[in-house]
Nanobody, 123 residues
């Protein structure tokens, strides 16, 4: 079992920044991937970005590329999602997710999920 605890989120004006963190505990492995997803009301959960914990390779959705940055701290099993130049369309519940196997953009491929944290961007 792996537990994921998210922190951060909140309300910010358009153009502002927020930082989300996700800490993994339990039976983690050295070679895993951490992803970030988001879900707005009435919409499907969508991929935001991911990082491979072993090599640090990052992947981003086109909608956030250049504005969001994912970083990792292997010693603490944590990942962070730095969100800059936020837009109202970034408003959603953000989730971190853990995957044992190779990188994937598909939510159904992830094994464990955090509880989600609300991000609201006002115009």
């Amino acid at each position: 079992q792996v537990q994921l605890v998210e922190s951060g989120g909140g309300l910010v004006q358009a153009g502002g920044s927020l930082r989300l963190s996700c800490a993994a505990s339990g039976r983690t492995f050295s070679n895993y991937n951490m992803g970030w997803f988001r879900q707005a009301p009435g919409k499907e959960r969508e991929f935001v970005g991911a990082v491979t914990m072993s090599g640090g390779t990052t992947y981003y959705a086109d909608s956030v590329k250049g504005r969001f940055t994912i970083s990792r701290d292997n010693a603490r099993n944590t990942v962070a999602l730095q969100m800059n130049s936020l837009k109202p369309e970034d408003t959603a519940v953000y989730y971190c997710a853990y995957r044992y196997r190779a990188f994937s953009r598909q939510a159904n491929d992830y094994d464990y999920w955090g509880q989600g944290t609300q991000v609201t961007v006002s115009s």
